[in-house]
Structures are given as structure tokens and as C-alpha cells.
């Protein structure tokens, strides 16, 4: 089955940086672009970033924009975000969530990993 | 790159139907016909239930629909039952693989 798993939140100080990853099963994970999307303690779902299947182009929201960046390992299946320059108010869950097989938008989801800045 | 508007909370009793609404914009909901909803319970990950607008992944109960007229989506629940009690979002495209989310729907099951 198709399973998404991230790693790498923890707590880090306000300008320093941080990487995410997760890991991919259960599809073939260069066929597919991936996304990330955040969730403030108690708040609702926020739109982070997306890169294609190649990983050859990338998209973000303009909150992160210039201090985030997308990268996606298809040799390992693994996808990335790399968080720089973070803030106070990058604090949240962070999911990593698959593109649609047959349409756009994220359909499965990772458990999520928490930072804190 | 503005939220997507949701009431902040529907409820209805079991068995009966209840409706969330999603606005957007014409760069959004009104542009495209992707638009998803997600059903998260407590401490748990979204769970894609709509997307296309109407279409159900494998496993989502035809009670669960879905439409849109102009810059607005909606989510019908019918036949509500227990389990469905859970926060529910929409999601739109929003051109240039870039997505906008609503701001969250609460449900309760009264």
C-alpha cells in the first residue's frame, strides 16, 4: 500500500535551519510529484511546496518562498525539504503527501513531523 | 495566495445531511476543476475523501459528495453517522502548481 513517512522535525532557534525528509513505498515514487504541507498547532492546513515527478521543477507558497527549498532523490525515493532562515511562525506539523495518480492535488499523506522554531 | 472560506462549524444529527461550503476565487475554485476535500480527525492526517470537484478515491462512501457553482465548492455528508465528526478542509488548484487550502470546517454529530 502506498505509505509516506517523514523524519526530521525537532526544535531549532529562530534563523537556523532545518531538513526534512521522507520516505516513500508502495508506488513508483519517479512517476509522481510530491508535495508538503504544514499545519500550525491548532490552525488548518497551509500549502508549502510541490515539485514534478523528475524533481526538475519546484513550487511554493509565497510564505516560504526564498527560504525554502523542494528536492525529490527518486534513486532513493525519498523526498525533501530543506528550511532556512526559520521563524517563529514556521512552527508545525510538516506532511509529506503524494500527487494525485489520475489528477492534481495531494491524495495520500504522511503521520506528519513537528517542528519547532 | 489567500485561505479559501469555510464556515467554522456545521453540525447535524445522525441521519440527516449536512452541507460545507468553500469560496474561492476565479483564480481558483472558479478556474479549474480540481478541487479536493480532506476529512482529518483529531491527531490524525487528512484523509483525501473528494477530489475532481465529485470524484470518491476507492473506499470513500458514496455518502460523501461533492459540487461546484462559479467560486464555490461544497461537500454534502448524507445519512450523517457518528464517525463522521472530524474537521473537514478543501482544497483548490491554483494555477502554476500552486494550491490554496480552506480554512477548516469543524463537524459535529449532535
Known amino acids: 500500500q502506498v505509505q509516506v513517512v517523514e523524519s526530521g522535525g525537532g526544535v531549532v532557534q529562530p534563523g537556523r535551519s532545518l531538513r526534512l525528509a521522507c520516505t516513500a513505498s508502495?508506488?513508483?515514487?519517479?512517476?509522481?510529484?510530491m508535495h508538503w504541507v504544514r499545519q500550525a498547532p491548532g490552525k488548518g492546513l497551509e500549502w508549502v511546496a510541490t515539485?514534478?515527478?523528475?524533481?526538475?521543477?519546484?513550487y511554493y507558497s509565497d510564505s516560504v518562498k526564498g527560504r525554502f527549498t523542494i528536492s525529490k532523490d527518486n534513486s532513493n525515493n525519498t523526498l525533501f525539504l530543506q528550511m532556512d532562515s526559520l521563524r517563529a511562525e514556521d512552527t508545525a506539523l510538516y506532511y509529506c503527501?503524494?500527487?494525485?495518480?489520475?489528477?492534481?492535488?495531494?491524495?495520500?499523506w504522511g503521520q506528519g513531523t513537528l517542528v519547532t522554531v | 495566495q489567500s485561505a479559501l472560506t469555510q464556515p467554522r462549524s456545521v453540525s447535524g444529527s445522525p441521519g440527516q445531511s449536512v452541507t460545507i461550503s468553500c469560496t474561492g476565487t476565479?483564480?481558483?475554485?472558479?478556474?479549474?476543476?480540481?478541487v479536493l476535500w480532506y476529512q482529518q480527525h483529531p491527531d490524525k492526517a487528512p484523509k483525501l475523501i473528494l477530489y475532481?470537484?465529485?470524484k470518491r478515491p476507492s473506499g470513500v462512501p458514496d455518502r460523501f459528495s461533492g459540487s461546484k457553482s462559479g467560486n464555490t465548492a461544497s461537500l454534502t455528508i448524507s445519512g450523517l453517522q457518528a464517525e463522521d465528526e472530524a474537521d473537514y478542509y478543501c482544497?483548490?488548484?491554483?494555477?502554476?502548481?500552486?494550491?490554496?487550502f480552506g480554512s477548516g470546517t469543524t463537524v459535529t454529530v449532535l
Open positions: 503527501a503524494r500527487d494525485g495518480q489520475d489528477s492534481y492535488g495531494p491524495d495520500h
Open positions: 508502495g508506488f513508483i515514487f519517479k512517476n509522481y510529484g
Open positions: 515539485t514534478w515527478y523528475d524533481g526538475s521543477h519546484q
Open positions: 476565479s483564480g481558483d475554485i472558479g478556474g479549474y476543476k480540481y
Open positions: 475532481d470537484v465529485n
Open positions: 482544497c483548490s488548484y491554483a494555477g502554476s502548481y500552486t494550491y490554496v
